[in-house]
């Protein structure tokens, strides 16, 4: 009997009461499952702490669902609208495209362009065979004749390529040739190598077209009995500036093509300019064909623009400067935005319900492990109610969104100290690319995933997941103990997320006096930026309740926001570095990478910003000089001693994993007050790469005074205030003893005041001068 | 040393006769010592001889290396060890159960250990 093996995932993440969600099953070994609404409490199952809590709600689905086997389309392709089949050419023919490989030797066969019936083996196509010798073939169905080059394309090359039957004869020609600059490929011009061949056969027949082919680029048309039509021999690499014409081009016109000249206008059926489309504010999925039929191309599974193309100089670094030069549209064999599968059930969202994270728990078979599922989604308020908003920093999910670090980042051990402890859900994962990668992960042709989404099971954003790398919980399953914390405290709060922070703006947060932030809001958009920054500015009070918040610029769609583009280059540590004049995202045209690079280091609205990382130990915070001064005194009532957070479900200590820091230099408001910092982190604990100018050896946990979390607190204008918990290991110091412990006890007495209408408690002291401009004392 | 003629990358000629050396010099390192330290915690602030042989196992190549596989949470572990090929699952290495994963990670240190020496 089949394992029974269950996984979901829902149309929205952040729904309100009365609006309707849609969720998707794939199902392994089972026709039926049993689903039940819960809302979630707290989801780390470490027996210092409660433990997964969750409360189970009336709804209308709730009960048996019926169950399939559903199938994903992995891959990114372009797929002509070509409704009057004029791609479906039975004449003379030419095809021809840069292109730029990936893994041209993987070891199966990728087509570049064609409208090719892999099943039926009808039609035409220009491809890469198995062993990476570029291809041309006929099919009739019964027969499929091929042309091969003399030489394998080689990885990272820039190539002009073309293929051309003659009807009347049916001589077939090829050709191929490098068109390597100093700036575009892997290898330059010093390298001796032999890009070209040019080879000619006679076939045998014409080819014999289906109705229904589509013309793609970068796959072909396959069928399998059960799952029907999908795509396979998908290509790993960039495209540029593809075409199709009606007749054959003489060598002498493909090379004018080559040298950069427009292809002429003759015989012209299709000529997809992959650089037209681009804005200011970036470009979308559809690759317009500017031939004479306006067959347009549409994107699946988003192949990724903004790429340099076969011409790129090396002097412009972003297509809004040479948007000429940015014809590379890239694909992968494994990417994934969305599995569009058939949907199981929709749920109307009961009018009474209450704000907070919620699931569709599934069932089946032992109903543990694989045979247990929930769906996560966030319900806010129709209108805000509550004082407090917890904003759900699902940006950051998306980042983090089935990372694979365990498995496939040589890094990971070397960076942890530890030994990645997995479950039978990793394995899961990693042995089926149905599920896709996050933006900690490379596509299996070896370039970072830039795209990440919530339309696939996500299995790291679920209760009682543990990261396996670092044997902590990590993101949505460690801000379910903040939640939980708001549980155990009876606050009237909201939750939001970040999609709809993206979507609304400020307008999203002004109606709470009080704003919690997770544990590792790491990845956060302008517009994220620009209204939590208008919100603490306008009189908000934020709780930054995490470290490593605020670092790097991620791009989300308005219309497809279960889409997250991050792009990593440069002065940070990275799982992955985006290649020379590709750091700006296709989706706003933005530069990508870190805020500190953009001039928006995080101090400037949190008054900290990340300083280090490092596992397996935390430590706790001590009280500094700041949290004795009486005008601040209610932020550490009733916590005895100097010692704050010795303990924790996060390696013992509520200050660890990752660590922030108070720094003028960077931007911290001159009137911050450090309340307390941690100390005695081990050399584990490394100084990021941003806060010197060079590493040498010194510059560890016990080494470097810098290796440290700081509690941070100060007053914004119009009476907001920021608190800074400057530590991801913060929030699961909460759960600790019943909740009764004194991190818990510090971050009840800011949330207390934060929510309290009127001025804070110290306000009858502003403090807006800086160091610079202080007088001297007399 | 290794042999040029079957390895393209000249930068795995140098790797190859780097970590040679460098196993050389860890052997001396492995104690009683050693391993009771690693016994006791793990992760955590370690002695130098033990850093230097920690860090040497966690960056080995993943096909060298060994996970944890959790059978029950904080309960039951075993180790497996990593397949470093994409998409091909780690496999058991034993049928022996831990019951905590600090057990497990010494389990695997130890085989680090006599892999280190027997190399």
Avoid at chain 1, 93 to 114: E, I, K, N, S, Y
Avoid at chain 1, 488 to 501: A, I, K, Q, S
Avoid at chain 1, 509 to 535: F, K, N, Q, W
Wanted: aromatic residues 12%; contains cysteine; charged residues 25%.
């Amino acid at each position: 009997m089949a394992q029974v093996k269950l996984f979901g995932y829902s149309d929205r993440i952040s729904v309100k009461p009365g609006e309707v969600i849609q969720f998707y099953v794939n199902a392994d070994g089972t026709e039926t499952a049993e689903a039940q609404l819960v809302r979630l409490i707290h989801g780390d199952q470490h027996p210092a702490g409660p433990g997964h809590v969750e409360q189970e709600i009336e709804c209308p689905v709730n009960g048996r669902w019926r169950v399939e086997k559903q199938y994903t389309q992995v891959g990114s392709f372009l797929e002509a609208a070509d409704t009057e089949r004029r791609l479906a050419l039975e004449g003379s023919f030419t095809l021809f495209a840069f292109v730029h490989p990936l893994w041209p030797q993987v070891g199966m066969r990728q087509c570049l362009l064609g409208r090719w019936d892999n099943d039926k083996n009808c039609g035409f196509g220009l491809g890469i065979k198995q062993n990476g010798l570029l291809e041309f073939w006929v099919g009739r169905g019964d027969e499929v004749d091929y042309l091969e080059a003399e030489v394998p394309l080689k990885a990272n090359m820039w190539y002009f390529v073309a293929a051309s039957l003659d009807a009347k004869t049916g001589r077939a020609t090829l050709y191929q040739e490098g068109v390597v600059n100093r700036y575009n490929s892997v290898l330059g011009k010093v390298a001796p190598l032999d890009l070209s061949s040019h080879v000619s056969e006679v076939f045998r027949f014409r080819p014999k077209h289906l109705a229904d082919t589509p013309f793609l680029m970068a796959g072909s048309r396959d069928w399998h009995e059960k799952r029907g039509h999908f795509v396979s021999q998908l290509y790993c690499g960039k495209i540029d500036r593809p075409g199709l014409f009606d007749r054959v081009l003489g060598r002498d016109e493909l090379d004018l093509i080559r040298s950069g000249h427009r292809p002429p206008a003759k015989g012209m059926l299709a000529y997809w300019d992959t650089t037209h489309g681009y804005t200011d504010q970036g470009i979308g999925d559809t690759v317009t064909d500017v031939g004479p039929f306006n067959l347009h191309a549409k994107g699946y599974n988003r192949p990724v623009r903004a790429q340099t193309g076969w011409n790129w100089s090396g002097r412009n670094d972003c297509f809004r400067l040479a948007p000429d030069e940015y014809g590379g549209v890239e694909f992968h064999s494994d990417a994934l935005i969305d599995c569009n599968w058939k949907q199981t059930k929709a749920l109307k969202l009961p009018d009474n319900l209450r704000s907070g994270a919620y699931a569709m728990r599934l069932r089946a078979g032992p109903g543990t492990g694989l045979g247990e599922e929930y769906i996560p989604f966030f319900v806010r308020p129709k209108v805000p109610t509550g004082r407090i908003a917890f904003l759900v920093p699902t940006a950051s999910y998306l980042a983090y969104a089935n990372e694979h670090l365990s498995f496939d980042a040589p890094i990971v051990q070397g960076m942890t100290g530890m030994t990645p402890i997995l479950t039978d859900i990793d394995v899961e994962m990693y042995k089926n690319p149905e599920f896709g990668h996050g933006c900690y992960d490379s596509w299996a042709d070896g370039q970072g995933v830039c795209y990440s989404s919530y339309r696939r099971p996500v299995i790291n954003m679920r209760p009682k997941y543990r990261i396996s790398s670092m044997d902590i919980t990590w993101q949505y399953p460690a801000d379910l103990s903040v939640i939980a914390w708001l549980e155990h405290h009876n606050y009237d709060y909201d939750v939001l997320t970040d999609e709809d922070l993206d979507l609304e703006g400020v307008a999203a947060l002004e109606p709470y006096r009080c704003v919690i932030s997770g544990t590792h809001p790491e990845y956060y958009s302008e517009r994220m930026m620009d209204a939590t920054e208008d919100y603490i500015e306008g009189g908000g009070r934020y709780i930054y309740l995490g470290a490593n918040g605020y670092y790097c610029n991620v791009a989300i769609r308005r219309e497809e926001p279960w889409v997250l583009e991050c792009r990593k280059f440069g002065d940070t540590w990275k799982a992955w570095e985006a290649r020379p004049g590709e750091h700006y995202m296709a989706t706003t045209g933005q530069k990508g990478g870190p805020w500190k690079c953009l001039g928006r280091p995080p101090q400037k609205i949190m008054g900290v910003g990340f300083v280090s990382e490092g596992f397996g130990r935390s430590e706790p915070f001590y009280r500094m000089p700041d949290s004795y001064d009486s005008s601040l005194s209610w932020i550490t009532e009733g916590i005895e001693g100097e010692i704050i957070g010795d303990f924790g479900l996060a390696y013992d200590g509520a200050a660890g994993v990752e660590l922030d820091r108070y720094d003028l230099t960077l931007g911290t408001p001159p009137n911050a007050k450090v309340i307390a910092s941690s100390g005695g982190h081990t050399d584990n604990y490394i100084t990021h790469v941003q806060v010197q100018l060079h590493q040498h050896p010194g510059i560890t946990g016990s080494y470097d005074y810098r290796v440290r979390a700081d509690m941070t607190y100060f007053a914004a204008p119009n009476d907001g205030a920021v608190f800074s918990c400057s530590s991801i290991a913060f929030g699961q110091a909460l759960p600790v003893n019943g909740f009764e412990n004194n991190v818990s006890r510090l971050l009840a007495n800011v949330v207390n005041a934060f929510a309290k209408p009127g001025p804070l408690p110290d306000a009858a002291r502003p403090e807006v001068t800086s160091p610079e401009t202080a007088p001297a004392a007399s | 040393m290794p042999n040029a003629t079957k390895i393209q990358d000249r930068d795995e000629l140098f790797k190859q006769m780097f970590e040679a050396k460098q196993r050389d010099f860890l052997r001396t390192l492995v104690t009683t010592e050693v391993a009771e330290e690693h016994r006791i915690a793990p992760c955590g602030q370690h002695s130098e001889p033990l850093d230097r042989l920690l860090l040497y196992f966690n960056r080995r190549p993943l096909s060298e290396r060994y996970a944890i596989m959790t059978i029950e949470p904080f309960k039951a572990y075993r180790v497996v060890a990593l397949s470093g090929q994409r998409g091909v699952p780690p496999k058991d290495v034993d049928n022996e159960i831990y019951p905590s994963h600090i057990e497990a990670q010494h389990a695997i240190f130890l085989r680090n250990v006599q892999e280190l020496l027997e190399s």
